[in-house]
C-alpha cells in the first residue's frame, strides 16, 4: 500500500510558476514510476509527466519546456516545477505512483491539488 499526499497548488498569475510535491509512505519509493496528471473542470484526466525508477522523464508535449518532473528517493518525493504558466494549465493535479509491474497503469492516487492560473 502506497499513500500519497500532494501541496504546492495555488493561485498564480499567467506566466508565475508554483511547485508542486508529493509525498509516498508505505513502500519502497525508489521502486516507484511515480506520475503527474491533471483535470480540467469538463475535461478528462491526462498525463503531465511521469518519471521512472532510473529517473528518465517523459512530458505531454503541452507541458515540455516549461514544466520539469524530479524525484528524490531519500525523501520519498516527487517534485513537478512548472514555469510559465498559462490559463490553460488550470486543473486539479494528481500525483500517483505504479509498480513496476504495473506500468502503464497507475495503483495509486492521490487526494488532489488545486493549481489556479489568472490570465
Known sequence: ?????????????????????????????????????????????????FITAGA??????????????????ARGTVYLQMNSLKPEDTAVYYCAAALRESYPNYDYWGQGTQVTVSS
Open 56 to 73: 528518465s522523464a517523459a512530458y505531454a508535449d503541452s507541458v515540455k519546456g516549461r514544466f520539469t518532473i524530479s524525484r528524490d528517493n
Open 1 to 49: 500500500q502506497v499513500e500519497l499526499a500532494e501541496s504546492g497548488g495555488g493561485l498564480v498569475q499567467a506566466g508565475g510558476s508554483l511547485r508542486l510535491s508529493c509525498a509516498a509512505l508505505g513502500r519502497t519509493f525508489s521502486s516507484l514510476v511515480m506520475g503527474w496528471f491533471r483535470q480540467a473542470p469538463g475535461k478528462e484526466r491526462e498525463v503531465v509527466a
